[in-house]
């Protein structure tokens, strides 16, 4: 459930920010399949991605982080 919540908010803050999922993946020095087991909840990301992810978006760990009444 929380790889699932991460996954949307990093999936749709990427496509908020115009990368596409290869162009974000390469920019995290991570593989695609890596990114999109994150954005489909198949795969929780550590602390370490998260403040990779939101370092290349722009934005902090709070923005990104899913909200606590997110379903």
Same mark, same amino acid.
């Given at each position: 459930?929380?790889?699932?919540?991460?996954?949307?908010?990093?999936?749709?803050?990427?496509?908020?920010?115009?990368?596409?999922?290869?162009?974000? /993946?390469?920019? %995290?020095? #991570?593989?695609?399949?890596?990114?999109? $087991?994150? @954005?489909?909840?198949?795969?929780?990301?550590?602390?370490?991605?998260?403040?990779?992810?939101?370092? /290349?978006?722009? %934005?902090? #760990?709070?923005?990104?982080?899913?909200? $606590?009444? @997110?379903?």
């Amino acid at each position: 459930m929380e790889a699932e919540k991460w996954g949307r908010r990093i999936r749709a803050f990427r496509k908020l920010k115009g990368y596409t999922q290869e162009g974000f /993946a390469k920019d %995290l020095g #991570v593989s695609v399949s890596v990114l999109g $087991e994150v @954005e489909r909840g198949n795969r929780l990301p550590s602390e370490s991605f998260i403040q990779d992810v939101a370092s /290349a978006l722009n %934005l902090t #760990v709070e923005e990104l982080a899913p909200q $606590e009444n @997110e379903k």
